[in-house]
């Protein structure tokens, strides 16, 4: 359905046929008043299915994640958000119909800790239209919005470890802070966790598929919000997902692709259960026994992770 798009940079200043999404004037979108803030890469759709669609872009300074939508191009009613985050931004929108045009509008407001004075900035209206009931996922530009939006003809971002074969492998970074461990694959996203939302660096966890390989599966972050706490969970399991989205979890999407089973130079990725309502992930096995004595709850093994970029 969509161009497969082979760029080494994606220069919005100029008409763009992406689907059936179109642009005019975009030097003028791209700016706030202030001139702070700039969209540097996307929006671009990654892929459609019958009842959902990816959206990804990238902003100058750290901001929100917000995507308004909807059927009618000048009412845009629904929406989906994030409340802060980096400069590359996904959002995934759900509960769509199948073989429908939609439209949406990318919005990023200023993000906590960005320094960026005014920093709010939004695209033209654009659109996308999801595949038949029942038909594969068009997911012909899975993961061009990401990674600062530099492309190589193959499709895969620049800049990554390469793995010699049909994907690209990026660091999962730990973070700790006010009794929450936080994964990112987003390295800005980890340095605003760690400048102005109060968290510490760990480290690297391990490392993720940045597309499908064999044996992988997309592992998905959520997270709950409450007043004096928020607990990030990340799950490789569609029904687990779905079920923590009906206890108060707000679904954030798409970080990576994670093994389900032990292949070649993967390790297990450990999940345990905190009496605080923690979630914490290690490969660490001496780590797992020293937290289940703290009062975690060992969960088993979530899944298998990459211990090395992959060659």
Known sequence: MYKRLAITALALATTMAFGQATKSNADDYKVNQSGSQKITNGPVIEYTSDHSAMVAWSTKYPGGTYIAYGTD????????????GGTNHRL???????????????????????GAMGADVQSN??????????????????NVGVNNGNVTTDGAPSGMPSTGASGQYMPLYRMFGNGDH????????????ESGNGYKDEGITGYLATSQ??????????????????????????????SA??????????????????????????????????HMYTTNSSERQSAAAQGYKDEGVVAYIWSQPQQ
């Open 73 to 84: 191009q000048n009412n845009l009613s629904q929406r989906t958000e994030k409340a802060w």
């Open 92 to 114: 995934e929108i759900k509960n769509l119909q199948p073989s429908t045009t939609y439209f949406f509008q990318v919005r990023s407001e200023d993000a906590k800790g960005s």
């Open 125 to 142: 209206v654009e659109q996308f239209k999801t595949v038949a009931k029942g038909a594969a996922p068009d997911k012909a530009n899975y």
């Open 182 to 193: 936080f994964y990112t694959t987003n390295p800005s996203e980890r340095t605003s966790a």
């Open 213 to 242: 390989v064999s044996g992988s599966q997309p592992f998905y972050r959520m997270i709950k919000n409450s007043t004096n706490f928020n607990d990030h969970f990340y799950t490789a399991n569609p029904s687990e997902r779905q």
């Open 245 to 278: 989205t009906t206890q108060g979890y707000r679904d954030e999407g798409v970080i990576g692709f994670i093994a389900t089973t032990q292949l070649p130079g993967t390790v297990p990725l450990y999940r345990l259960f905190g009496p605080n309502g923690d």
